[in-house]
């Protein structure tokens, strides 16, 4: 929200329709967003009356969108929009969703801007709306904001994108943000109402990354026989050593631990993803039992060339999450996405040698799924090239790394236009002695998404201009490798029915 607050959202002189995705090379196919405008922060994720609904910021507004397969999704009309006048007129902006004595209930941050005569800068506060049966209609609480300040007698650096949960007969509240010349925190809030709140005590203050400024988009949930605390942190990034290009690096963290007496107790920590562009993730517990996850994918281009564009970021593709046997956490796409497959592609035991990339003879697109599984041997790297053009001036490379222990997302060549961000981003990966190395990957145009082992996510976008850059090559480099099987998939459309804009 701090950035968003900062950059604005103006896209008032554009208007797409659905045909975008067939005039911009770089419009996703399968992710879901809004046909135009910038979407970001997932805020919003419940399972409710046998769907996946999901809620996410678009405009300073929450949008809704519903699907029984996580594939499909149809839009419905923005469930919040901020009220003029109102101590959410400055934006709805992100929180939580969930169930509170049988009813859909929303708490959100309402930004409050401060009368004329009143000399004060604008507030974050959390605010509460209620939902009807079908998630539809919501109706803001007459009694907002039912947390209007931070708490007294500290010096908070941010307050702002509630979560709750209930322990026992007791609601409890995250608000993230920090304490000056402290560090990073989520505020933690108990109520027995759900409307009267109770400030209690900084909460995962022991986590590894609390020297940040503060927190954003705190969850909190229990995974296995544990308990999961989610933060997301912006961190400063030069882009070429160029003060006026310093872009933003954004992560989702957590930290895994033990729960009892309203406290929480780190064991172990880590990044939900390690590509650079996997932000403000939410999670919910679905009918099968799974704990599912979804984060922002946003842009690797400046402010002004998405705007020019008219539409920026996407909602990742849901992630099952469970505990790994060292008490990370573990990342599977969910069996649901297999319905996107079309044509299908196999191939098996090719011998790698330290050459130019070999590629893969008709396979190409700029929607595919790929499952690669590499026996290292003796290579110091090895991996896969996508979206390669011909003469090979385009490519992006998933490089592993033996010696490391590390795959990395090389966006290098993966534009001849020199305006879109190209960094590294780099993820460890402990393979046992016998173990191969696999990657999983949803390619959607500039989207894309890597799983590595189950242990590791990469997200990245990339922006490619030829026409043909679309070729699927693998390689090693520093001895041979063996590719032991791939198989990829050309994937289809899955563009969302309806649009918010429509509403």
Not at 8 to 34: I, M, N, Q
Not at 155 to 166: A, E, L, Q, S, Y
Not at 413 to 424: C, G, R, T, V, Y
Request: glycine share 8%; net charge negative.
């Amino acid at each position: 929200m701090h950035q968003q607050l900062e950059t604005g959202l103006d896209f008032s002189d554009k208007e797409l329709s659905w045909a975008v995705h067939e005039t911009d090379p770089h419009f996703p196919c399968y992710h879901l967003r809004t046909r135009e405008d910038a979407v970001n922060d997932p805020c919003g994720a419940i399972w409710w009356g046998g769907e996946y609904h999901l809620f996410y910021q678009w405009n300073a507004r929450w949008v809704h969108a519903a699907s029984s397969d996580l594939v499909h999704w149809r839009h419905f009309p923005p469930a919040l929009v901020p009220t003029p006048g109102s101590c959410d007129e400055g934006g709805c902006w992100s929180g939580s969703a969930g169930e509170v004595d049988g009813r859909p209930v929303i708490l959100y941050t309402g930004v409050d801007f401060p009368p004329p005569d009143q000399p004060r800068e604008w507030r974050q506060i959390v605010c509460m709306a209620t939902g009807s049966d079908d998630l539809v209609n919501w109706t803001k609480f007459p009694g907002n904001p039912v947390i209007g300040d931070p708490p007294p007698d500290l010096h908070v650096t941010g307050f702002r994108d509630p979560c709750f949960w209930k322990d026992g007969d007791t609601w409890c509240m995250l608000i993230g943000g920090g304490i000056s010349d402290q560090g990073a925190t989520a505020f933690l809030y108990r109520s027995t109402d759900f409307r009267s709140w109770e400030y209690v005590h900084p909460f995962g203050s022991d986590s590894p990354d609390v020297t940040n400024k503060y927190w954003e988009c705190p969850d909190f949930f229990a995974l296995g026989d544990r308990h999961v605390l989610l933060t997301s942190k912006m961190s400063p990034q030069l882009w070429n050593g160029s003060t006026d290009s310093c872009r933003t690096l954004m992560s989702t963290f957590y930290s895994v631990g033990t729960y009892s007496n309203q406290q929480f107790h780190v064991e172990s920590h880590g990044n939900t993803d390690a590509g650079g562009h996997f932000y403000a993730a939410k999670t919910l517990l679905d009918g099968k039992g799974r704990r599912l996850l979804w984060g922002w994918v946003w842009e690797a281009r400046r402010t002004e060339v998405w705007r020019e564009a008219g539409w920026s970021g996407a909602i990742s593709l849901p992630r099952v999450l469970t505990l790994g046997h060292n008490g990370a956490l573990r990342y599977d796409p969910p069996e649901e996405l297999q319905a996107l497959r079309d044509e299908h592609w196999e191939f098996e035991d090719i011998t790698l040698q330290e050459a130019d990339p070999a590629p893969l003879d008709a396979l190409a697109g700029d929607c595919l799924e790929l499952v690669a599984e590499f026996k290292p041997a003796g290579a110091d790297q090895c991996g896969l090239t996508l979206r390669r053009s011909k003469d090979g001036s385009e490519q992006t490379r998933l490089v592993w790394r033996a010696s490391e222990a590390t795959l990395t997302v090389d966006r290098s060549q993966s534009s001849l236009d020199p305006e879109p961000f190209k960094f590294p981003r780099s993820g460890r990966v402990e393979l046992a002695a016998d173990e191969n190395l696999r990657l999983h990957v949803f390619l959607d145009r500039s989207v894309l998404e890597v799983f590595v082992n189950g242990q590791l996510c990469l997200t990245s976008r990339i922006y490619p201009t030829r026409d043909d850059s679309l070729g699927v090559a693998v390689f090693a480099k520093g001895g041979r490798a063996l590719l032991q099987r791939l198989d990829a998939w050309s994937l289809l459309k899955a563009l969302p029915v309806g649009d918010p804009g429509d509403a």
